[in-house]
């Protein structure tokens, strides 16, 4: 079944979809440009501006392509569209359609009845198809080549805005049609800061670099972190390392179709706790990944939601002690029928550069 036939299947009778996300629409069409997504009934379109007319022509084949001209607005358009279908129901992204835009729709669509579309794109897009699979583990195997290479690039008196460009640069050079978010190199006590900003600091013999990046591959992400040594680590974080990959290894081992989210995020969380860090560890054990960085579901203390097979999740635990430093070790995993199956396959033993 095609994905908006699902979508649609997903609403009540007569009613069509209308998306705003960028990452839903490529999602439904493969349509990468700006614009909106119009499904319902027969109707099947894109609309969009000029500057994309070309490529969404391209790019979707199966939908039609409307073009918006002087004094006829996107929505404009898609009224038009509803119209002449006879449709009088349009379900919207509540969780990001504004207020002023709303507005504009409702002007647009007298006799329209709304209602919100709940999450139901971003609920179809949980389970990754074999097509989405091979994007991603593409993307995580250029993610890991790059880590190998800067394993050898990595060395005392390289800053961190070094270790990134060339990172970046690296995963540019692999085949990455961009960055999946902005890469994180945290080098000795910025290692707490879980989400550093990369900045001028040298790295020093004794520290840890943490590394934090994913490739982007025909719009699907890759997520993976790796923290490292440069020369002989003090045993305070060489216990901390051993720790989060215990941690890491063992909720990663336990992930699984039919597991609850909740029961792998305190799996890794009760291993740090006993081991005497577990206020050191204060976010999610992971996340959904896929045309976005982060998506449903969440390895999180608060998800009860079940595992299935085809869901792509992070486990990244991590302890973060400010004015030390920290570990974090992460890797993108495909729940598989049986079990799971790690798709960044860099070895998590600790790298001593
Ligand atoms: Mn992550």
């Not at 009224?79 to 507005?103: C, H, W």
């Not at 390392?241 to 969380?269: F, K, M, S, W």
């Not at 390895?299 to 079940?306: A, G, H, I, W």
């Not at 430093?325 to 798709?343: F, K, P, S, Y």
């Amino acid at each position: 079944m095609k994905r908006t036939d699902k979508l649609l299947a997903m609403l009540p009778e007569k009613t069509a979809a209308l998306l705003h996300n960028r990452s839903n629409i490529f999602y439904l069409s493969g349509y990468t440009g700006e614009g909106l997504l119009l499904v319902g009934g027969d109707i099947r379109a894109v609309i969009t501006d000029f500057r994309y007319v070309e490529a969404a022509q391209k790019q979707c084949p199966g939908f039609t392509v409307h073009a918006i001209r002087a004094g006829v607005s996107h929505v404009q358009l898609a009224a038009q569209l509803l119209r002449d279908a006879g449709i009088t129901r349009v379900a919207i992204e509540d969780n990001i359609v504004t207020v002023r835009s709303m507005k504009a729709i409702e002007e647009a669509m007298p006799g329209v009845a709304f209602e919100p579309l709940d999450f139901k794109p971003e609920k179809l897009r949980e389970i990754k198809d074999e097509d989405e699979l091979s994007r991603i583990e593409r993307a995580c195997d250029i993610t890991c080549q790059a880590f190998e290479y800067i394993c050898g690039f990595i060395a005392p008196g390289r800053t961190e805005r070094e270790v990134q460009m060339a990172l970046d640069y690296k995963m540019l050079q692999l085949g990455a049609q961009r960055l999946a978010f902005s890469t994180i190199v945290a080098a000795g006590p910025n290692g707490s800061l879980p989400h550093a900003v990369p900045g001028d600091r040298e790295i020093e013999t004794g520290d840890m670099v943490t590394m934090d990046f994913g490739a982007k591959v025909d719009g699907y992400c890759a997520d993976m972190t790796r923290t490292v040594a440069v020369g002989q680590p003090s045993d305070k974080m060489r216990r901390i390392y051993d720790i989060v990959l215990q941690a890491q290894e063992t909720a990663q081992a336990a992930v699984a179709p039919g597991r609850n989210c909740c029961d792998i995020d305190a799996i890794a969380r009760d291993i740090i706790s006993e081991a005497g860090y577990g206020e050191c560890f204060g976010h999610s054990l992971g996340h959904g990944v896929g045309i976005d960085i982060h998506e449903e579901p969440r390895l999180s203390t608060r998800s009860e939601q079940v595992l299935t097979t085809g869901h792509i999740v992070t486990v990244e635990p991590g302890i973060y002690v400010p004015g030390l430093g920290g570990v974090r070790i992460e890797n993108t995993c495909v729940v598989t029928e049986t079990g799971v199956r790690a798709l960044c396959t860099a070895s998590k033993e600790l790298r001593i550069l």
